[in-house]
């Protein structure tokens, strides 16, 4: 597993969320700043993340398995000396709101942004406890 240590406010980050609780839940890897390199895939895993935390977050007293919860993904790529940041998101939460925290929480200010949440992968990966009946 390789991450990326890198203090700068111009690092987007990648990685993964939940909204649980009216809150936004992150665990991210900082990108190397440099435009010419070639991007591993991340290495974070939902359901590897939530045996850590599902403890923390439980429903009446009883865990729930890791996409009860609204959640998303961020993924970083390159081009044309820019940031393209690809976001996965829940439908539930697919709102200016939640948008705005996902941009602050992984710095993607300086980001062209696409959303595949609400089309093709994210459909069919990305749907929380709520969203599955719909």
């Given amino acids: 597993m390789k ?3 890198h203090c700068g406010i111009q690092t987007p980050r990648e990685g993964i969320f939940w909204v649980i609780n009216n809150e936004l839940i992150t665990f991210a890897d900082d990108i190397e700043n440099k435009f010419n390199l070639t991007i591993s895939p991340i290495d974070l895993v939902h359901t590897e993340v939530w045996k850590h935390i599902q403890n923390n977050y439980k429903v009446d ?15 970083l790529s ?9 976001v ?3 439908k ?36 929380c406890n709520n969203c599955r009946g719909k």
């Avoid at 709101?97 to 300086?110: G, R, S, V």
């Fill in 3 to 5: 991450r990326y240590i």
């Fill in 61 to 75: 007293d009883h865990i729930v398995p890791f996409d009860y919860y609204p959640r998303g993904r961020v993924v």
């Fill in 92 to 127: 539930c939460v697919d709102t200016k709101y939640w948008w705005d925290k996902i941009i602050e929480a992984f710095n993607l200010y300086n980001c062209e942004l696409t959303n595949n949440g609400t089309s093709g992968f994210g459909n069919s990966i990305y749907r």
């Fill in 78 to 86: 390159n081009s044309k000396n820019k940031w393209i940041a690809e």
């Fill in 88 to 90: 996965y998101i829940d």
